[in-house]
């Protein structure tokens, strides 16, 4: 049953709050090149590396990709299938109010207003690496709750296997649900295990600002081992389901989009290799981009990887 609008309790502080908060701590020469400085090596040099060991997984200290980048260099073909297309099309998305439905296995379902959501969520910034299945990789900092947080709420039954998502779907809004790129609405999946991880965030702010609509506003998941096509935006409806849910890229593509789409560079995409990609960071030109070699499930293995112990991944990939 949705809850009653509920105000929002005095330690839920803003993103905006907590993203000056750190940025305050970190100092002004640029959130992501500060850790690196004391190496006496530029954040550019550093780039070639893997992470440093015991690097945060919830931070990255890596450089930050420009903002102008993040939001201006996105996929989200409800609104045209360009890098540009959802910064010049996605101001006509209407993000308040805004509900979730959610269906399914569990004991509570129903519509749920997305303040009364919030109100009872933790805010928290995860500094991630976002990997896309295309060869480019951003690292962002996002404000959100872990998602595992938010499915304990609605108390899934021991039959909740996976969780399901689903994206709005609204022509008058999305000007690219016009043409059929895709089979609307996008539907994204996970497993149960990876929804309650720890590491996956459902984001509700970036860059200590709401989520810009290009980027899914209001509310977009963020699973930072996982290729970014199953980060799905602007979410209307999450449902718990006892059979692996269909996913938009692998009914459109099955042979070069698996279910779990974990990033692997060990796995090629049929057409391309996975090898490296091309990192959108620090203060150069996003054409000067370094090409740097991609990590095990995008270098949060150690995380991760027990979640598919015994998995043949080429196979489930
Ligand atoms: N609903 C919806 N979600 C989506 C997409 C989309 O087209 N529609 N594109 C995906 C892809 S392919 C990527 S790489 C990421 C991009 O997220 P970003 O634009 O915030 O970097 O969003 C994912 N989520
Ligand atoms: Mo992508």
New binding site residues.
Partial sequence: MPRPVRSLPESVVTPEVLYRRRALLAGAAGLGAVALAGCGQSAEQDLAAAPPAGDDPFRSIEALTRFED??G??????FGTGKAD?ARHAHSLVTRPWSVAVSGEAARTGVFALEDILARMSIVERIYR?R???GWS?V?PWQGFELGALIRLFEPTSRAKYVAFT??ADPRQMP?VRFPV?DW??V?GLRIDEAMHPLTLLATG?YGRELPN???APL??VVPWK????????IVRIAFTETQPPT??NRSAPDEYGFYSNVNPAVDHPRWSQKSERRLAGSGNRLFARRIPTLPFNGYAEQVASLYTGMDLARYF
Avoid: D, H
């Fill in positions: 993040a939001t260099y996105n996929n989200f073909y409800e959802p976002l896309c299945v295309e951003m962002i994206t709005l690219g895709l609405p996008y994204e970036m290009q980027n899914g977009r998941l290729y970014g096509f199953k980060s799905i935006k602007s938009s890229w």
